[in-house]
Each structure stands twice: as structure tokens, then as C-alpha cells.
């Protein structure tokens, strides 16, 4: 897979110790699904610091971020969006699901999830031996 390590500040890592102290539910509800590889045998991580920012979940092998967009969220769309944009600059796709959602239809936002990645995973990887024969 395509493992890149993402530059962070430093000054966030107490910042997102705190977030992972004071989930919000819908957090505690889907680190219980995404924790000890559970969701197809992939690592996340929960509150973890990438650039300036702080993405709810990620895993590494797949650079991916997957956000909860709750009350904290409300009214600050472009703020996510330029945040985003600046993450999806390093090669991290987002997956985003709302608060409400994770907590009432929680089998369609892990079947989305399941769904991402079993695509990525069936996407052809070139073949490095096929290169520049065009």
C-alpha cells in the first residue's frame, strides 16, 4: 500500500490526548467498531494530529480520514472545507458522516466505510514492468 507519514505540529499532541479523553458518543461508538483492527483489519488511529489540525480517525496504510461532523462542526463549513483541502493536499482522502447518523444508522456508515475500502483494495496496482511501453 502507499504509506506516506504526514507532518504534524508537535503542540497538538497534547491537544489531541484531551479529544480522546472527551469523545463525543458518536466518537466512543464508532472507535468501537474501528478499534483493534475490527474494521477489515485495518489500524486507525482516533484524534490524530495531521499538519494543523486534528482529524477525528485515520488510517496510515490507507490515507484515510474519517470525520463526524457534529454540533462542533455547525456553522464553521469552510473552516472543514479549507482544512480538508489542505489534509487531501498530502494525499488523504476524508470520509465524512454525520453525528446523527453515526448514532441511529450506524450498519450504513460501516458498511460505507467497508465499502471504501474494499474498492481501494481491488483497484489494479500498475505494473512497474508495463511502464513507459505506450
Not at 464553521?76 to 447518523?101: A, H, M, N, P, S
Amino acid at each position: 500500500m502507499r504509506r506516506k507519514i504526514i507532518p504534524y505540529n508537535p503542540n497538538l499532541k497534547v491537544l489531541a490526548k484531551q479529544l480522546r479523553e472527551n469523545m463525543t458518543l458518536s466518537e466512543v461508538l464508532l472507535w468501537d467498531e474501528l478499534k483493534q483492527k475490527r474494521m477489515l483489519g485495518m489500524d486507525f488511529d482516533r484524534q490524530r494530529p495531521m499538519l494543523n489540525y486534528i482529524v477525528d480517525f485515520y488510517c496510515k496504510e490507507l490515507m484515510l480520514a474519517i470525520e463526524i461532523d457534529g454540533d462542533s462542526h455547525d456553522f464553521k463549513y469552510e473552516e472543514d472545507r479549507i482544512r480538508q483541502k489542505e489534509i487531501e493536499k498530502e494525499g488523504v482522502t476524508f470520509l465524512r458522516f454525520d453525528d446523527i447518523e453515526v448514532k441511529h444508522n450506524m450498519n450504513n456508515v460501516l458498511r460505507t466505510i467497508e465499502s471504501w475500502i474494499q474498492n481501494l483494495k481491488q483497484e489494479p496496482t500498475p505494473n512497474p514492468s508495463e511502464e513507459g511501453n505506450s
